[in-house]
């Protein structure tokens, strides 16, 4: 996740414990890959052979991902990153009162979105999780997003939700195949997404010539 500091003591985050994008780090790194896993806060431990790059908030990691993505031939990006973080933070502790409390809210970045624009022969790779309508949003989202691959799931579905050692998820291509997966393990979807990043991967690498 990211945190949204609202003052030195509260900020607005999410469920997520980074448990799906550490199996996928150390299911890639397994396979060979050189590894750079940017993380938000969690209390896991960093995958063998993985460099580990930590941040807190949106715009770090945006920073993060700006400095690092020219690297990178295959980009996954399975952080969940805080849509809104609060627009005027607070130097000091807000104090408790008896009135309401207002909070206004800005945008952050869309960093998915703003790597991907410009992603040149790299592949990338983007995660959705909802809570309706599944199959419409990821595909919205693919093609928004200029992705190659959105790895989606329903966050409500039991086995599938935050902070858990399962997930049921859908794998949406570019190239127009949905594969639907049962639950299984993190460590089980991570090695499934690889796969399918491995088949989109090369087919689109130019055909070489037959060896006669």
Known sequence: PTCEDLDPVRYITNRSSGKMGYAVAEAAARRGARVILITGPTALETPAGVERVDVRSAEDMRRAVQERFPQSSIAIFAAAVADYRPAEP???????????????????????????????????????????????????????????????????????GFDMDTNIVTLFARDGRDLPLPKLSKREVAERILDEVVRLRSAALPARPAVV
């Open 90 to 160: 607070h130097t000091q502790k807000l104090k408790r009162g008896k009135d309401e409390l207002t909070l206004h809210l800005e945008p952050n970045p869309d960093i998915l979105a703003e790597a991907a624009r410009n992603k040149g022969d790299r592949l990338v790779v983007g995660f959705a999780a909802e809570t309706d309508h599944v199959a419409e949003n990821a595909r919205k989202k693919l093609a928004a997003k200029n992705t190659d691959l959105i790895v989606a799931n329903d966050v409500t579905a039991e086995g599938a």
